[in-house]
């Protein structure tokens, strides 16, 4: 018998009629002969509110005890689900994550999986009971609560999947897929019906928040297929799976963009080996997320490096450079927590040349300047004016036609 491992987003708990709507979709799929495990998120803007009663007490809440409080909003979903099931005449039982044994490390806010216990999911499966677990959140081995961050609830999803050998993971949001670019910004986006892990991690990662970057790691690695789908419709929606060689027949596969960026820069450092490996040492060292990174020689014996970071680390992350700064010397030291990142991604481009030059071009007819540029076999990410990222995106799009 297969066993289907289903995750629903906070949009598809908003409500008791969003519950109910879950509740029938899970009793669908179970009553075609399959084993039902579901992951489900807290009630939509109920982590943000938490998160803001948190921040009323004290403007820096420790991580533990934020943990604690967040973890409550996905027991909400939990038994509200099972009830809805129960009344449609079908088994089913809530476990929190502490109760199934999803085990993290102790890293809060930011906690990652290191082992999950199947023995109470099997045998609650086994009885023909529908098992509802919460998302976004497990233990240390001290039973100290912790929780994943944003979109953890995905990751729990593919986690638990792995666990279980699951036949498919299927993720419900309140989107129907994935597109070749956000439809909000471009009208003529369509849904892509199928994408790679590999295309799919650049998209999560270059901020397509469709699917958490962890889950889709998590996913990869295991080889285990993910059905991105709407909650509130029964339309196929993107299969996120092993590459196969008709993929490379698109140049690219689609246009993501991110406006949460923040850039630093230590202007004039004194170039050696030494000055940087300290500097991202101690960027690391104090648990701060570098995305983009590029230096530039202003001479032979020094260099200006700029990274970016998200805009909620900016604060943290700006002070640390100031800090940073001084012990290595650096003429000044500057942020800029306005910045967005434009990316164009496609298995195809690995064997095509000029793609990178139609993109600088198509961006500059459009007077939008780049202020930095990473790249991979797959993936061209521009740093631009977080007031250009809109118009940058439609020009992409158009210029591949997609």
């Not at 967040?70 to 009344?87: C, F, H, R, Y």
């Not at 290191?114 to 081995?141: C, P, Y």
């Not at 500097?279 to 200006?304: G, P, R, S």
Request: hydrophobic fraction near 40%.
């Amino acid at each position: 018998m297969n066993i289907i491992v289903q995750k629903y987003g906070g949009t598809s708990m908003a409500n008791a009629k969003c519950v109910k709507n879950v509740a029938n979709k899970v009793v669908r799929t179970k009553k075609k002969g399959n084993k039902v495990v579901v992951v489900v998120s807290a009630p939509a803007g109920m982590t943000d509110e938490l998160v803001k009663r948190a921040k009323e007490v004290t403007e820096k809440p420790s991580g533990r005890e934020l943990d604690m409080i967040l973890a409550t909003g996905e027991q909400i979903s939990i038994s509200l689900l099972a009830m809805a099931i129960k009344d449609l005449g079908e088994e089913a039982i809530s476990f929190t994550s502490s109760q199934v044994g999803i085990f993290t490390d102790d890293n809060h806010n930011k906690a990652k999986i290191e082992a999950i216990e199947t023995k109470k999911i099997t045998e609650a499966l086994d009885q023909n009971k529908v098992v509802i677990i919460a998302g976004f959140q497990g233990v240390t081995r001290n039973f100290e609560i912790t929780t994943l961050g944003r979109g953890g609830s995905d990751t729990s999803a593919v986690a638990i999947g792995v666990a279980l050998n699951a036949s498919e993971i299927e993720i419900y949001t309140d989107v129907d897929g994935v597109y070749t670019a956000d439809p909000r910004i471009v009208p003529n986006a369509h849904k892509i019906s199928k994408i790679s892990f590999e295309e799919m991690l650049e998209m999560a990662g270059s901020g397509a928040k469709v699917l958490h970057l962890r889950s889709v790691e998590l996913a990869a690695k295991n080889h285990l297929p993910i059905h991105l789908r709407s909650s509130f419709t029964d339309t196929i929606g993107t299969y996120v799976t092993e590459e196969d060689e008709n993929m490379e027949d698109v140049l690219v596969r689609g246009v993501a963009h991110t406006t949460n960026n923040a850039k630093i820069t230590l202007a004039n450092v004194p170039h050696t080996s030494q000055n940087i490996a300290y500097i991202f040492e101690e960027i690391a060292n104090n648990n701060i997320n570098v995305d983009v990174i590029t230096q530039n020689y202003v001479d032979k014996d020094n260099l200006t490096i700029s990274y970016t970071v998200s805009e909620d680390e900016f604060d943290s992350a700006l002070e640390l450079a100031n800090r940073i700064g001084k012990e290595v010397k650096a003429q000044a030291v500057f942020g800029n927590e306005k910045v967005a990142k434009v990316c164009i991604i496609g298995v195809g481009m690995k064997s095509a040349a000029g793609v990178a030059s139609r993109v600088f071009r198509c961006l500059a007819n459009e007077g939008v300047e780049i202020d930095m540029v990473s790249t991979s076999d797959i993936n061209i990410s521009c740093i631009i004016r977080e007031s250009d990222y809109q118009k940058a995106v439609i020009a992409i799009h158009n210029e591949f036609q997609l």
